[in-house]
Structures are given as structure tokens and as C-alpha cells.
């Protein structure tokens, strides 16, 4: 979490993102989709975030225009349900370029080399990363999308390509496949499953706001094969397993 801030709960810092006064400072020009550096002001505060309204999202061929926002705080919705805080604080709220995604702002650390870190074996954030990407279906992990921070925290960000039905698990962390998943990671693996299956579950609640019903029942039948196959996958036959660029 942004250094300024990584004492607040998660919930206030949520609150904040919902309801603070939101300026654009700047423009993240090398971002596909429109992605604004901004702050929110918010009980005496300005609070570091970024914003990419759905006005400004480019038309895609696999998933529908205008809910990659959504897909986003369905990514912040897992993260928080396993337990693991990939995801930074997420919002969807209105903005200066309408309704939108915003998400706290993760300065990360500047010393970290992070092909170097893409390739670690031994890293437990960066595997359990591996696993959210699986159950999410992340189709765009690159090396760019780690933010490890200086407290040593491993968040990730844009996860607005992710969700689809078909399975389309694209990224650069491999290096598990096939190997038994972590014990620690079974357990938090059951829980979202059974948050899945309880239909008045915030988890249940947040995902159908954002998702298709068939995008929700394949999002379950990840969950279920992991457990049922108690490994890392493998990639697709016939489906690039490596975002372009990987960086």
C-alpha cells in the first residue's frame, strides 16, 4: 500500500475512494485504456488513486465494452474473499469522465527488479498471485502488473481482462505448474467456495453486480477444479500462454 497510507484499515481507505472529492493530476499515457493518476480529498487527507472510467475503455473483441471497471472491482472482490490483499482497495464510483474504477494508488519499490522477480521460485505472495490469477482467469499478467512494495507486500494491479468463460489464464508465473498447491492455499481456496455457493454472500452479491451469470459459474468451476486437482494449472492448448508484451 502507498507508504502515506498502509496503517488505515482497508475499509476506510475504501470509504475514502467512495466518497472523497477526486482530481485528475495526470495521465498514465502508456495505459490501452484512459488511466488517470488522481487524489482523493477525504477527511482531511488526499489520498493517492487511479481512475479509468468506462468512457474510456477501447472496444475489445473477447469481452464486452464498458465492463472492464467492473471486472476490476470483481478482481478486489476475490482478493479480499481469499484473504490475500492482491488487489489494492477498489472502488467504482463517479468521476470528472463519469463512472468508473477507482483504486488506491501502490507506489512500489523502486529496488526491486522485477524480471527478477517474475521468475522466483520461492516468493509465497508471488505464488499465491499464480493462484488468484487462476481463479480470476486473468488473461493479462505481465511483469509490469507486480507492484511489490518497500514494507515487502506483493499487490497486483489491472485485472480488468479477466472473468471470461472460456479459459484464457495468460501471464508470466508458470514456474508452479503442476506442482501441489500450498496447504494454506486449499484453505482459502474452500472458503471462496463456499462464499460462491451462499447466494445472499457480499462476495455473491459484489460479483453479480459486475458479472454474467455464466461468468460467475465458470469463475465457481475454477474454484471447484483447483480444489478437486489440488495443483497449479497448466496452461491452455492452443491459447497464448504469455501475455504480449510480457513486460
Known amino acids: 500500500m502507498t507508504a502515506a497510507f498502509q496503517e488505515l484499515p482497508a475499509g476506510e481507505i475504501v470509504e475514502a475512494l467512495s466518497t472523497g472529492e477526486i482530481t485528475v493530476a495526470g495521465r498514465l499515457t502508456e495505459a490501452s485504456n484512459t488511466t488517470l493518476y488522481c487524489t482523493v480529498a477525504s477527511a482531511g487527507r488526499e489520498i493517492p488513486c487511479v481512475y479509468k472510467p468506462v468512457s474510456g475503455e477501447r472496444p475489445l473483441w473477447d469481452f464486452p465494452h464498458g465492463t472492464l471497471a467492473g471486472r476490476e472491482l470483481a478482481a478486489f472482490a476475490v482478493s479480499e474473499a481469499l484473504g490475500w490483499g492482491i ?120 460479483l453479480s453486480s459486475h458479472l454474467t451469470k455464466p461468468e460467475r459459474y465458470a469463475l465457481r468451476r475454477r474454484v471447484e477444479l483447483l480444489l478437486e486437482h489440488r495443483v497449479h494449472p497448466y496452461p491452455a492448448p492452443g491459447w497464448p500462454a504469455i501475455p504480449w508484451p510480457p513486460v
Open 87 to 206: 488487489v489494492p482497495p477498489t472502488v467504482y464510483r463517479g468521476g470528472p469522465f463519469g463512472e468508473g474504477m477507482c483504486q488506491l494508488w501502490i507506489t512500489g519499490d523502486p529496488t526491486v527488479d522485477l524480471v527478477d522477480l517474475a521468475q522466483e521460485h520461492h516468493h509465497p505472495g508471488l505464488r499465491r498471485m499464480a493462484v488468484f490469477d487462476a481463479v480470476i482467469n486473468n488473461s493479462d499478467r505481465k511483469v509490469g502488473h507486480l507492484l511489490p512494495t518497500a514494507a515487502g507486500h506483493l499487490y497486483g494491479c489491472d485485472h480488468g481482462v479477466s472473468f471470461a468463460e472460456q479459459y484464457k489464464l495468460r501471464t508470466v508465473l508458470w514456474q508452479w505448474q503442476g506442482e501441489e498447491l500450498a496447504t494454506e492455499t486449499l484453505h482459502a481456496l474452500e472458503n471462496v467456495r463456499l462464499l460462491l455457493r451462499q447466494p445472499d454472500s457480499a462476495l455473491t452479491a459484489e
